[in-house]
T-cell receptor, first 112, second 112 residues
Framework: NAGVTQTPKFQVLKTGQSMTLQCAQD?????MSWYRQDPGMGLRLIHY???????DQGEVPNGYNVSRSTTEDFPLRLLSAAPSQTSVYFC???????????FGQGTRLTVV | DAKTTQPPSMDCAEGRAANLPCNHS???????VYWYRQIHSQGPQYIIH???NNETNEMASLIITEDRKSSTLILPHATLRDTAVYYC?????????????FGQGTTLQVKP
Protein backbone atom coordinates (compact mmCIF):
# COMPACT_ATOMS: atom_id res chain seq x y z
CA ASN A 1 0.00 0.00 0.00
CA ALA A 2 1.93 3.00 -1.30
CA GLY A 3 -0.67 5.65 -0.40
CA VAL A 4 -0.55 8.78 -2.58
CA THR A 5 2.32 8.86 -5.05
CA GLN A 6 3.36 11.99 -6.92
CA THR A 7 5.78 12.17 -9.82
CA PRO A 8 8.09 13.80 -10.53
CA LYS A 9 9.47 15.09 -7.20
CA PHE A 10 11.31 17.97 -8.86
CA GLN A 11 10.86 19.69 -12.23
CA VAL A 12 12.26 22.76 -13.97
CA LEU A 13 10.30 24.14 -16.92
CA LYS A 14 10.83 26.99 -19.31
CA THR A 15 8.09 29.56 -19.72
CA GLY A 16 5.54 28.34 -22.23
CA GLN A 17 6.34 24.65 -21.87
CA SER A 18 3.66 22.18 -20.96
CA MET A 19 3.80 19.26 -18.56
CA THR A 20 1.68 16.90 -16.53
CA LEU A 21 2.10 16.28 -12.82
CA GLN A 22 1.10 12.75 -11.97
CA CYS A 23 -0.83 11.64 -8.89
CA ALA A 24 -1.85 8.08 -8.12
CA GLN A 25 -3.46 6.49 -5.06
CA ASP A 26 -4.00 2.82 -4.27
CA UNK A 27 -6.56 3.19 -1.48
CA UNK A 28 -9.67 3.22 -3.73
CA UNK A 29 -10.50 6.75 -2.57
CA UNK A 30 -13.25 8.57 -4.38
CA UNK A 31 -12.05 12.08 -3.56
CA MET A 32 -8.83 13.50 -4.99
CA SER A 33 -7.52 17.04 -5.07
CA TRP A 34 -4.59 19.23 -6.05
CA TYR A 35 -3.11 22.04 -3.96
CA ARG A 36 -0.29 24.48 -4.48
CA GLN A 37 1.84 25.95 -1.73
CA ASP A 38 3.87 29.11 -2.22
CA PRO A 39 6.72 30.03 0.17
CA GLY A 40 5.53 30.88 3.68
CA MET A 41 1.90 30.28 2.83
CA GLY A 42 -0.73 27.66 3.43
CA LEU A 43 -2.02 25.32 0.74
CA ARG A 44 -4.51 26.58 -1.84
CA LEU A 45 -6.93 24.28 -3.64
CA ILE A 46 -6.55 24.14 -7.43
CA HIS A 47 -8.97 21.41 -8.59
CA TYR A 48 -10.72 18.47 -7.05
CA UNK A 49 -12.68 15.39 -8.05
CA UNK A 50 -15.35 13.40 -6.22
CA UNK A 51 -15.08 10.41 -8.52
CA UNK A 52 -14.09 9.17 -11.96
CA UNK A 53 -15.40 11.50 -14.66
CA UNK A 54 -16.21 14.32 -12.22
CA UNK A 55 -13.98 17.33 -11.59
CA ASP A 56 -14.50 20.84 -10.25
CA GLN A 57 -12.53 24.01 -9.67
CA GLY A 58 -11.01 25.11 -6.40
CA GLU A 59 -9.69 28.49 -5.29
CA VAL A 60 -6.96 28.96 -7.91
CA PRO A 61 -7.83 26.94 -11.06
CA ASN A 62 -6.54 29.29 -13.76
CA GLY A 63 -3.71 27.86 -15.86
CA TYR A 64 -4.39 24.26 -14.84
CA ASN A 65 -6.46 21.43 -16.29
CA VAL A 66 -7.42 18.11 -14.73
CA SER A 67 -9.22 14.95 -15.72
CA ARG A 68 -10.23 11.83 -13.82
CA SER A 69 -10.58 8.85 -16.11
CA THR A 70 -9.88 6.27 -13.37
CA THR A 71 -10.38 6.14 -9.62
CA GLU A 72 -6.63 5.79 -9.07
CA ASP A 73 -5.20 8.65 -11.13
CA PHE A 74 -5.70 12.42 -11.09
CA PRO A 75 -3.16 14.20 -13.31
CA LEU A 76 -2.66 17.96 -13.26
CA ARG A 77 -1.77 19.62 -16.57
CA LEU A 78 0.00 22.90 -17.10
CA LEU A 79 -0.65 23.85 -20.73
CA SER A 80 1.69 26.86 -20.92
CA ALA A 81 3.85 27.25 -17.83
CA ALA A 82 4.38 30.70 -16.34
CA PRO A 83 6.84 31.84 -13.63
CA SER A 84 3.83 32.50 -11.37
CA GLN A 85 3.24 28.74 -11.33
CA THR A 86 6.53 28.14 -9.54
CA SER A 87 5.36 26.38 -6.41
CA VAL A 88 5.15 23.09 -4.54
CA TYR A 89 2.20 21.00 -5.64
CA PHE A 90 0.48 18.49 -3.38
CA CYS A 91 -2.04 15.85 -4.33
CA UNK A 92 -4.45 14.46 -1.74
CA UNK A 93 -7.04 11.69 -1.60
CA UNK A 94 -9.71 10.48 0.79
CA UNK A 95 -12.94 8.53 1.05
CA UNK A 96 -15.93 10.77 0.45
CA UNK A 97 -17.39 9.65 3.77
CA UNK A 98 -14.02 9.56 5.45
CA UNK A 99 -12.60 12.20 7.71
CA UNK A 100 -8.89 12.04 6.92
CA UNK A 101 -7.18 13.28 3.76
CA UNK A 102 -3.91 11.64 2.73
CA PHE A 103 -1.31 13.80 1.02
CA GLY A 104 1.53 12.96 -1.32
CA GLN A 105 5.07 14.18 -0.75
CA GLY A 106 4.81 16.98 -3.26
CA THR A 107 6.25 18.07 -6.60
CA ARG A 108 8.58 21.04 -6.52
CA LEU A 109 8.12 22.95 -9.78
CA THR A 110 10.25 25.85 -10.96
CA VAL A 111 9.33 27.81 -14.09
CA VAL A 112 12.12 29.96 -15.49
CA ASP B 1 -16.45 27.62 5.46
CA ALA B 2 -15.66 29.69 8.57
CA LYS B 3 -12.42 31.63 8.83
CA THR B 4 -9.88 30.68 11.47
CA THR B 5 -7.25 32.73 13.30
CA GLN B 6 -4.06 31.21 14.70
CA PRO B 7 -0.93 32.74 16.20
CA PRO B 8 1.88 32.69 13.63
CA SER B 9 4.40 30.98 15.90
CA MET B 10 4.85 29.31 19.28
CA ASP B 11 7.65 27.67 21.22
CA CYS B 12 7.41 24.68 23.51
CA ALA B 13 9.96 22.86 25.65
CA GLU B 14 10.56 19.22 24.83
CA GLY B 15 8.52 16.94 27.09
CA ARG B 16 6.03 19.64 28.00
CA ALA B 17 2.50 19.97 26.68
CA ALA B 18 2.03 22.12 23.60
CA ASN B 19 -1.26 24.02 23.54
CA LEU B 20 -2.11 25.49 20.15
CA PRO B 21 -5.10 27.87 20.06
CA CYS B 22 -7.47 28.54 17.21
CA ASN B 23 -10.21 31.13 16.97
CA HIS B 24 -13.24 30.39 14.78
CA SER B 25 -15.81 32.84 16.06
CA UNK B 26 -18.02 32.61 12.93
CA UNK B 27 -18.31 28.83 12.97
CA UNK B 28 -21.69 27.40 12.02
CA UNK B 29 -23.53 24.60 13.77
CA UNK B 30 -22.69 22.03 11.10
CA UNK B 31 -19.01 22.91 10.76
CA UNK B 32 -16.33 20.64 12.16
CA VAL B 33 -12.91 21.69 13.45
CA TYR B 34 -9.98 19.87 11.84
CA TRP B 35 -6.27 19.96 12.62
CA TYR B 36 -3.50 19.05 10.22
CA ARG B 37 0.25 19.53 10.49
CA GLN B 38 3.04 19.88 7.96
CA ILE B 39 6.52 18.80 8.91
CA HIS B 40 9.35 20.45 7.02
CA SER B 41 7.51 20.94 3.69
CA GLN B 42 6.26 17.36 3.55
CA GLY B 43 2.63 16.71 2.69
CA PRO B 44 0.19 17.70 5.45
CA GLN B 45 -0.80 15.03 7.97
CA TYR B 46 -4.21 14.67 9.58
CA ILE B 47 -4.19 14.94 13.38
CA ILE B 48 -7.72 15.10 14.77
CA HIS B 49 -11.17 16.60 14.24
CA UNK B 50 -14.29 17.32 16.30
CA UNK B 51 -17.71 18.97 16.30
CA UNK B 52 -18.48 20.06 19.84
CA ASN B 53 -17.22 17.38 22.20
CA ASN B 54 -13.60 17.09 23.25
CA GLU B 55 -11.72 14.46 21.30
CA THR B 56 -8.57 12.46 21.97
CA ASN B 57 -6.53 10.08 19.87
CA GLU B 58 -3.03 8.68 19.95
CA MET B 59 -1.54 11.91 18.61
CA ALA B 60 -3.37 14.71 20.39
CA SER B 61 -6.40 16.06 22.21
CA LEU B 62 -8.84 18.63 20.88
CA ILE B 63 -10.67 20.90 23.30
CA ILE B 64 -13.58 22.89 21.85
CA THR B 65 -15.19 25.62 23.94
CA GLU B 66 -18.86 25.32 24.78
CA ASP B 67 -19.80 28.17 22.41
CA ARG B 68 -17.57 26.53 19.76
CA LYS B 69 -15.93 29.85 18.93
CA SER B 70 -12.46 28.60 19.73
CA SER B 71 -10.51 25.41 20.21
CA THR B 72 -7.14 24.19 21.46
CA LEU B 73 -5.01 21.39 20.11
CA ILE B 74 -2.96 19.74 22.84
CA LEU B 75 0.15 17.67 22.21
CA PRO B 76 0.60 16.18 25.69
CA HIS B 77 4.35 15.50 25.61
CA ALA B 78 5.92 17.42 22.75
CA THR B 79 9.03 15.99 21.11
CA LEU B 80 11.47 17.53 18.65
CA ARG B 81 9.68 15.63 15.90
CA ASP B 82 6.52 17.64 16.62
CA THR B 83 8.19 20.77 15.24
CA ALA B 84 5.89 21.65 12.34
CA VAL B 85 3.30 24.06 11.00
CA TYR B 86 -0.12 23.29 12.49
CA TYR B 87 -3.26 24.19 10.59
CA CYS B 88 -6.70 24.65 12.12
CA UNK B 89 -9.47 24.27 9.55
CA UNK B 90 -13.23 24.43 9.85
CA UNK B 91 -15.45 22.82 7.26
CA UNK B 92 -19.01 21.77 6.75
CA UNK B 93 -19.62 18.16 7.66
CA UNK B 94 -17.22 15.43 8.66
CA UNK B 95 -16.94 13.82 5.25
CA UNK B 96 -14.75 14.91 2.41
CA UNK B 97 -17.36 16.19 0.03
CA UNK B 98 -16.19 19.70 0.92
CA UNK B 99 -12.91 21.48 0.56
CA UNK B 100 -10.02 21.88 2.97
CA UNK B 101 -9.19 25.59 3.16
CA PHE B 102 -5.76 26.11 4.72
CA GLY B 103 -4.78 29.34 6.44
CA GLN B 104 -1.26 30.36 7.44
CA GLY B 105 -1.13 28.03 10.44
CA THR B 106 1.02 28.15 13.57
CA THR B 107 4.69 27.26 13.38
CA LEU B 108 5.45 25.25 16.51
CA GLN B 109 9.11 25.04 17.49
CA VAL B 110 9.86 22.38 20.09
CA LYS B 111 13.13 23.17 21.85
CA PRO B 112 15.41 20.81 23.80
Amino acid sequence: NAGVTQTPKFQVLKTGQSMTLQCAQDMNHEYMSWYRQDPGMGLRLIHYSVGAGITDQGEVPNGYNVSRSTTEDFPLRLLSAAPSQTSVYFCASSYLQGTEAFFGQGTRLTVV
Amino acid sequence: DAKTTQPPSMDCAEGRAANLPCNHSTISGNEYVYWYRQIHSQGPQYIIHGLKNNETNEMASLIITEDRKSSTLILPHATLRDTAVYYCIVRVGSSNTGKLIFGQGTTLQVKP
